[in-house]
């Protein structure tokens, strides 16, 4: 393949700006809603299914924020991009470093047997729950031989132990149930949303391929649902380019990116082929 047409050597993104205030306003719509939220449910409730689906959406940002922070992108400085990173997940209830590396993991072994996204992607999405436990087994693996560093250990070690402290003070003072509406079943929708959109839907049945690995999904509405994840394949080639940009490098890379290969499809639901679309093929 010529080199012209190879993406990482096509002309190069301009620089990202010191600090990404698009993410960082990410950060703060999050907590701003969460906390809204919580206060909205024990002043002046509204019917429960809202504050659930309201807390449901304040967390389904938390993964573009810890997303970013993971590969550096919120800011040109690491303390800042990591600080961010532990902010942004805690919603998640996950520690940032451990994390991170396990995506990190995703970005070198993309598609093979040993991607921990495989966890995910290897499968139908309506089976997708009963593979979580490889998750865990693999997580175990991480752990066994645990690439943190000592500071890191210690950031991810505190950031559980403040988690339990919150979840022991609210069975203490009595609202645990108000926690579980406010917290943990929204964030069992947005996790599961989130698995759909960014681990299952653009891997699932693509080649172990740098180009072919990751599909596009080319739906305008679906843009600003997921925060233009269904550019991912983008991400995988460009990972040093910001998430609100996303969908202007793939317009501007368009051809490049089918004569590699990148699948291009074009609707949401139905069927995953198992090799790109049509339309992601040279010639």
Same mark, same amino acid.
């Given at each position: 393949m010529s080199s012209s047409s190879d993406p990482q050597r096509a002309s190069a993104a301009p620089a990202s700006p010191r600090t990404d205030g698009r993410t960082l306003a990410l950060l703060l719509a999050m907590y701003g809603l969460l906390l809204g939220n919580a206060a909205l449910y024990w002043t002046s409730p509204l019917p429960l299914p809202v504050h659930v689906l309201l807390s449901a959406v304040g967390i389904h940002l938390a993964f573009t924020i810890w997303h970013e922070a993971a590969h550096r992108t919120v800011d040109r400085r690491g303390w800042v991009n990591d600080l961010v990173g532990v902010i942004g997940i805690f919603p998640y209830m996950a520690p940032f470093f451990i994390q991170k590396y396990v995506h990190l993991q995703h970005h070198?072994?993309?598609?093979?047997?040993?991607?921990?996204?495989?966890? &995910?992607?290897?499968?139908?999405?309506a089976t997708i729950f009963f593979r979580y436990p490889r998750a865990l087994r693999y997580a175990k693996?991480?752990?066994?031989?645990?690439?943190?560093?000592?500071?890191?250990?210690?950031?991810? &070690?505190?950031?559980?132990?403040?988690?339990?402290?919150i979840w022991l003070f609210a069975w203490w003072q009595g609202a645990f149930l108000d926690l579980v509406w406010l917290w943990l079943v929204p964030f069992a929708i947005a996790k599961l949303v989130m698995d759909w959109y960014v681990n299952w839907l653009p891997h699932v049945g693509l080649p172990a391929d740098r180009y072919r690995g990751t599909r596009v999904v080319e739906v305008p509405w679906l843009t600003p649902l997921i925060l233009a994840h269904n550019y991912h394949a983008v991400h995988h080639l460009w990972p040093q380019i910001p998430w609100h940009r996303y969908r202007g490098v793939f317009e501007q890379r368009r051809e490049t990116l089918r004569e590699n290969g990148v699948p291009i499809e074009h609707h949401v639901f139905g069927r995953r082929p198992a090799e790109p679309a049509a339309d992601a093929l040279p010639g």
């Open positions: 070198s072994r993309l598609n093979r047997a040993d991607d921990p996204n495989m966890v &995910y992607a290897d499968g139908s999405f693996q991480v752990l066994a031989a645990d690439p943190r560093t000592r500071s890191q250990q210690w950031v991810d &070690y505190g950031s559980l132990a403040l988690l339990a402290g």
